[in-house]
């Protein structure tokens, strides 16, 4: 008699927690909200009228991963360089939150720096293609 007790919880207990395990695997099939791709990821090169060989580089690149990253047709992307010594300029660098040489990326009104990574791989055209796409793909997750 013992043991038919104990077998008898022994299966309750394990049919028990399968029909939990079942309920949650099918509370958590909830509806995923689809968030519509922007129009537009805009690539913001501020630059001087004077800049050095690396400052060029990180340009040209940048320019050459838009085109790139346009050809796959997933977003539309576009490329401005400015010159912040221009007067026309100024309004733009405010918007986005820029005070001096930078590349960023900007989603929705949504602006990230990737000054930094570009710079350090001035020369490397993968690289700067990736963060430009990783700075747009990660906006418009928090979007």
Known sequence: M??????????????????????TVASSKS??????????????????TRRCVTCKTVEENSKIAVDQLNSEKKLEYSFKALN???????????????????LVVVVDGKVTDITGASFMNAKDLSKIKDEI???????????
Do not use: C, R, W
């Open 2 to 23: 013992k043991h038919f007790l104990t077998i008898a919880t022994a299966l309750v207990m394990i049919f028990g927690s399968l029909s939990l395990n079942a309920q």
């Open 31 to 48: 509806p995923v909200e689809v968030k519509s791709a922007p129009t537009k990821v805009e690539v913001l090169y501020f630059h001087y």
């Open 84 to 102: 912040m010594d221009d007067a026309d300029t100024k309004p733009v660098a405010q918007k986005n939150k820029v005070e001096g040489q930078a």
């Open 133 to 143: 796409k990783k700075a747009a793909d990660k906006a418009l997750v928090k979007k």
